[in-house]
């Protein structure tokens, strides 16, 4: 069972450069997440998602941007990186409902430097 | 954004003792969930819970959602090295579409 499938695992950006990170689900959630997390610290979430084609803001959603053209996948693009963007991010799916349990990839480590 | 305040923060115990920590919101949660963390992989689901007043065990864990709902606690009996992490608490607050995190505790165990 695949899950939630994030790639890549690791990049090195310089500062200013663009790239997206990709998240695709299989397991028909609605709900799809991004969150960064900083050493020591807990998730942050940056946007989210509860349905193709509908996007919304997290709490640190500045730097960043997303799509939801399909159930499947949900990517996050960083258009100028900057170092504050060091992190590493987790993308999540759940079903709706109080009883939806979230689901995580296995995270991307970001270095901008 | 809602703030959850998880504690303690760290802890270092012996093998086979038990360990609890706990999670307290200012606002109330319909939905608690406990979240392992391995370093370099993202956080497992360990225990949900959807109700007040709730106990629910997994294994050596028990988890209680709290009956104001503003707070949950996780337990580990008998721990072992591999019990070794980061736990993280989570919160489903209305309108239902938000998780929250607490800022983690991290386990060591000592054998």
């Known amino acids: 069972n695949a899950g939630v499938t994030q790639t890549p695992k690791f990049r090195i950006l310089k500062i200013g450069q663009s790239m997206t990170l990709q998240c695709t689900q299989d397991?028909?959630?609605?709900?799809m997440y991004w969150y960064r997390q900083d050493p020591g610290m807990g998730l942050k979430l940056i946007y989210y998602?509860?349905?193709?084609?509908?996007?919304d803001k997290g709490e640190v959603p500045n730097g960043y941007n997303v799509s939801r053209s399909t159930t499947e996948d949900f990517p996050l693009r960083l258009e100028l990186a900057a170092p504050s963007q060091t992190s590493v991010y987790f993308c999540a799916s759940s079903t709706a409902g109080w009883t939806g349990e979230l689901f995580f990839g296995e995270g991307s480590r970001l270095t901008v430097l | 954004g809602q703030q959850l305040n998880q504690s303690p923060q760290s802890m270092f115990i012996q093998e086979g003792e038990d360990v609890s920590m706990n999670c307290t919101s200012s606002?109330?949660?319909?939905?608690w969930l406990w979240y392992k963390q391995d370093p370099g992989e993202g956080p497992v689901l360990l225990i949900a819970?959807?109700?007040?007043?709730e106990l629910t065990s997994n294994g050596r864990l028990t988890a209680q959602f709290g009956i104001t709902r503003k707070d949950s606690f996780l337990n580990i009996s008998a721990s072992i090295p591999s019990d070794v992490g980061i736990y993280f608490c989570?919160?489903?607050?209305?309108?239902?579409?938000?998780?929250?995190f607490g800022t983690g505790t991290s386990l060591t165990v000592i054998p």
């Open positions: 989570a919160g489903l607050a209305p309108p239902g579409n938000q998780f929250y």
């Open positions: 397991m028909n959630h609605n709900y």
């Open positions: 819970l959807y109700k007040a007043g």
């Open positions: 998602s509860v349905g193709a084609g509908i996007t």
């Open positions: 606002s109330i949660f319909n939905t």
